[in-house]
């Protein structure tokens, strides 16, 4: 054992050093009071949580987890970042997103923390013969633009090339993507593009313009469709080798190809999830660039999931995004959009956009996330599931390119269906609030007015559907919504408390969180006959409930209730149904706001 001087700054030097084993144990006695008997790796099992892919999160990671070397930043498989010095240098690219024409707004963001523009054109977004009103004022030699214009990109990427000749712009300072992704319009869609138009203008970049791609491989509608983070990587996996065969055929050499493509990915709140995400898609595709012959780092262009994104009480998106954000950055993106608060409500307004760029702002200058490069190198954690995403991600690629590549599973409907049996399966977590949805599932403010916006233009669709984790609450508490407009009450449920507040408080409290998500205003002043409500719901502790729950609920139903609930588990006469955590809170508000008559 090594000793260290006595600088007075010693910390539990005279202890040994505690085990794995000494903390299994320590474990196994915890679990013990809860009923469990087991013992060794079942009781750290037994801790763990089960993600998405067949991924499972454990308590506590080790030295004995080991992952694959990572390697160092700048260098295959780039697992540590695409750049030795990271973002280091000035952080990432700020990329701030417009589908309006508003006046100075894109002006303003890069006036004002931005650094970039991803400017959607065509359907869904700013009209094509738009594009110069949209960049007037901004200087083209500095900021680079992205183009998002669908099935119009061939005559958007024209109107750009134009601006940048007009305005004089040298070839050699035109930085940005022209947005080519025939098979991500398609995945919108479900409507093939000839791949001719897009490799002409990657042949054009690639000879006349050092600084510009022709194409991006958007995995969004894949994550929008519901899909896990392994079938986000995978798909986009498969359309970038399906891009690079079409190049290559096209003329370029598997270099310059693979030099035309930007990958981008959504980032979630689920900030480790995110962070071995981006890790993971930068081994692979160094990965497919080494088989193919063009080794070479991925170009990342990483955005807050519109998924995450709540309708109500959209101010938490503040902080979802501040946190997807974070994860970005600490994943190593090169580009991130931060999404505004309000982007699920319509077109964002001045405060919302400003709320973004600042986000990026405050990561990048005043928490100085980009000083470091990968931090998360060496977490075993991260590292440990950075590995076990890649594989997964790894597996599901190979299945697309078994069953004939991306455009194959595309159409023969193969990828619609695992993304929405994904999509299931967590729709069910978040029904049971397993997957919680703060001030939508948990929190919600009933008396808070909803922020209204101007509508978006309505995004190109047909093809793979766009899901939302509020979706299931969104639909009833509009019920509630509509209930109150009719009627100027919202659907009530009585709280009969039993007892001293120590015994009810915890129970009440669930209770109301519960019926609030599905816009039933709970009650808990007076007796039931004042409340207005025609249901009610017993809120007690085991104890009392045996005491008395079955004489409180034949007073409730003399009193007037039509049905009665109780807050926890049990087998009481008189009680129709039960509430508790992990039932199917979709399921039982659907249920109660039925009987209710609200429509």
Same mark, same amino acid.
């Given at each position: 054992?090594?000793?260290?001087?006595?600088?007075?700054?010693?910390?539990?030097?005279?202890?040994?050093?505690?085990?794995?084993?000494?903390?299994?144990?320590?474990?196994?006695?915890?679990?013990?009071?809860?009923?469990?008997?087991?013992?060794?790796?079942?009781?750290?099992?037994?801790?763990?949580?089960?993600?998405?892919?067949?991924?499972?999160?454990?308590?506590?990671?080790?030295?004995?987890?080991?992952?694959?070397?990572?390697?160092?930043?700048?260098?295959?498989?780039?697992?540590?970042?695409?750049?030795?010095?990271?973002?280091?240098?000035?952080?990432?690219?700020?990329?701030?997103?417009?589908?309006?024409?508003?006046?100075?707004?894109?002006?303003?963001?890069?006036?004002?923390?931005?650094?970039?523009?991803?400017?959607?054109?065509?359907?869904?977004?700013?009209?094509?013969?738009?594009?110069?009103?949209?960049?007037?004022?901004?200087?083209?030699?500095?900021?680079?633009?992205?183009?998002?214009?669908?099935?119009?990109?061939?005559?958007?990427?024209?109107?750009?090339?134009?601006?940048?000749?007009?305005?004089?712009?040298?070839?050699?300072?035109?930085?940005?993507?022209?947005?080519?992704?025939?098979?991500?319009?398609?995945?919108?869609?479900?409507?093939?593009?000839?791949?001719?138009?897009?490799?002409?203008?990657?042949?054009?970049?690639?000879?006349?313009?050092?600084?510009?791609?022709?194409?991006?491989?958007?995995?969004?509608?894949?994550?929008?469709?519901?899909?896990?983070?392994?079938?986000?990587?995978?798909?986009?996996?498969?359309?970038?080798?399906?891009?690079?065969?079409?190049?290559?055929?096209?003329?370029?050499?598997?270099?310059?190809?693979?030099?035309?493509?930007?990958?981008?990915?959504?980032?979630?709140?689920?900030?480790?999830?995110?962070?071995?995400?981006?890790?993971?898609?930068?081994?692979?595709?160094?990965?497919?660039?080494?088989?193919?012959?063009?080794?070479?780092?991925?170009?990342?262009?990483?955005?807050?999931?519109?998924?995450?994104?709540?309708?109500?009480?959209?101010?938490?998106?503040?902080?979802?995004?501040?946190?997807?954000?974070?994860?970005?950055?600490?994943?190593?993106?090169?580009?991130?959009?931060?999404?505004?608060?309000?982007?699920?409500?319509?077109?964002?307004?001045?405060?919302?956009?400003?709320?973004?760029?600042?986000?990026?702002?405050?990561?990048?200058?005043?928490?100085?996330?980009?000083?470091?490069?990968?931090?998360?190198?060496?977490?075993?954690?991260?590292?440990?599931?950075?590995?076990?995403?890649?594989?997964?991600?790894?597996?599901?690629?190979?299945?697309?390119?078994?069953?004939?590549?991306?455009?194959?599973?595309?159409?023969?409907?193969?990828?619609?269906?695992?993304?929405?049996?994904?999509?299931?399966?967590?729709?069910?977590?978040?029904?049971?609030?397993?997957?919680?949805?703060?001030?939508?599932?948990?929190?919600?403010?009933?008396?808070?007015?909803?922020?209204?916006?101007?509508?978006?233009?309505?995004?190109?669709?047909?093809?793979?559907?766009?899901?939302?984790?509020?979706?299931?609450?969104?639909?009833?508490?509009?019920?509630?919504?509509?209930?109150?407009?009719?009627?100027?009450?919202?659907?009530?449920?009585?709280?009969?408390?039993?007892? %001293?507040? !120590?015994? *009810?408080?915890?129970? @009440?409290?669930? &209770? =109301?969180?519960?019926?609030? #998500?599905? +816009?039933?205003?709970? /009650?808990?002043?007076?007796?039931?006959?004042?409340?207005?409500?025609?249901?009610?719901?017993?809120?007690? %502790?085991? !104890?009392? *409930?045996?005491?008395? @729950?079955?004489? &409180? =609920?034949?007073?409730?139903? #003399?009193? +007037?209730?039509?049905? /009665?609930?109780?807050?926890?588990?049990?087998?009481?006469?008189?009680?129709?149904?039960?509430?508790?955590?992990?039932?199917?809170?979709?399921?039982?508000?659907?249920?109660?706001?039925?009987?209710?008559?609200?429509?």
């Amino acid at each position: 054992m090594t000793v260290l001087p006595d600088d007075g700054l010693s910390l539990a030097a005279e202890f040994p050093d505690a085990t794995h084993e000494q903390w299994q144990r320590l474990v196994e006695g915890v679990l013990r009071k809860s009923g469990k008997e087991v013992s060794g790796a079942a009781a750290e099992d037994a801790l763990s949580t089960t993600l998405e892919d067949g991924l499972r999160t454990r308590p506590l990671y080790t030295a004995r987890d080991t992952a694959p070397d990572p390697g160092l930043p700048g260098f295959a498989p780039y697992v540590r970042g695409s750049r030795p010095e990271g973002n280091t240098a000035g952080g990432w690219d700020v990329r701030q997103r417009h589908a309006a024409l508003t006046e100075n707004a894109a002006l303003a963001d890069l006036e004002n923390g931005g650094t970039s523009l991803w400017l959607v054109l065509g359907e869904g977004g700013i009209p094509v013969t738009g594009l110069a009103g949209a960049l007037e004022g901004v200087y083209l030699d500095l900021a680079p633009v992205v183009l998002d214009a669908g099935r119009d990109t061939e005559q958007a990427a024209e109107a750009l090339l134009r601006l940048y000749a007009e305005k004089g712009v040298d070839a050699g300072a035109v930085r940005g993507n022209l947005g080519g992704d025939p098979l991500g319009y398609e995945a919108r869609t479900a409507t093939p593009l000839d791949f001719a138009p897009y490799a002409a203008l990657a042949r054009r970049c690639a000879g006349q313009y050092p600084g510009l791609r022709a194409l991006t491989v958007d995995a969004l509608p894949y994550h929008e469709a519901g899909g896990s983070a392994a079938q986000e990587l995978g798909a986009s996996l498969a359309t970038g080798v399906a891009y690079l065969r079409e190049l290559t055929e096209a003329g370029l050499s598997v270099e310059h190809a693979a030099g035309q493509l930007e990958f981008r990915y959504a980032a979630t709140a689920d900030q480790f999830l995110t962070v071995a995400k981006l890790r993971a898609a930068r081994r692979l595709w160094a990965r497919v660039a080494e088989l193919c012959g063009a080794p070479g780092a991925q170009v990342q262009h990483v955005v807050t999931s519109p998924v995450m994104m709540a309708r109500r009480d959209p101010w938490v998106n503040m902080l979802r995004t501040t946190v997807a954000t974070l994860a970005a950055g600490v994943g190593g993106a090169d580009s991130v959009t931060v999404l505004p608060f309000d982007h699920a409500l319509g077109l964002p307004d001045a405060f919302a956009r400003r709320i973004a760029r600042n986000t990026s702002t405050i990561l990048i200058e005043e928490s100085h996330l980009a000083r470091v490069v990968d931090p998360a190198g060496g977490s075993w954690y991260v590292e440990r599931l950075t590995d076990e995403l890649a594989q997964a991600a790894w597996e599901f690629f190979r299945s697309i390119e078994r069953d004939g590549g991306q455009a194959a599973v595309l159409r023969s409907g193969r990828l619609r269906t695992d993304l929405a049996t994904t999509w299931a399966e967590r729709s069910k977590r978040l029904a049971k609030r397993r997957e919680p949805i703060t001030g939508v599932s948990e929190f919600p403010l009933l008396a808070e007015k909803p922020v209204e916006r101007e509508p978006a233009p309505e995004p190109p669709s047909g093809g793979l559907p766009r899901v939302r984790r509020d979706e299931a609450y969104e639909e009833l508490r509009a019920r509630s919504d509509a209930h109150l407009a009719a009627t100027g009450a919202r659907p009530r449920v009585f709280l009969a408390a039993l007892g %001293s507040a !120590a015994e *009810y408080t915890a129970r @009440a409290t669930f &209770a =109301a969180n519960l019926f609030q #998500a599905g +816009g039933i205003e709970p /009650v808990t002043e007076g007796g039931y006959e004042d409340s207005g409500a025609t249901e009610a719901v017993l809120c007690s %502790s085991d !104890a009392l *409930y045996a005491e008395q @729950a079955e004489q &409180a =609920a034949e007073s409730l139903r #003399a009193a +007037g209730a039509r049905h /009665v609930f109780l807050a926890g588990r049990g087998e009481y006469a008189g009680i129709d149904s039960y509430v508790f955590a992990g039932c199917d809170a979709v399921d039982v508000l659907s249920a109660t706001l039925d009987r209710m008559g609200v429509s």
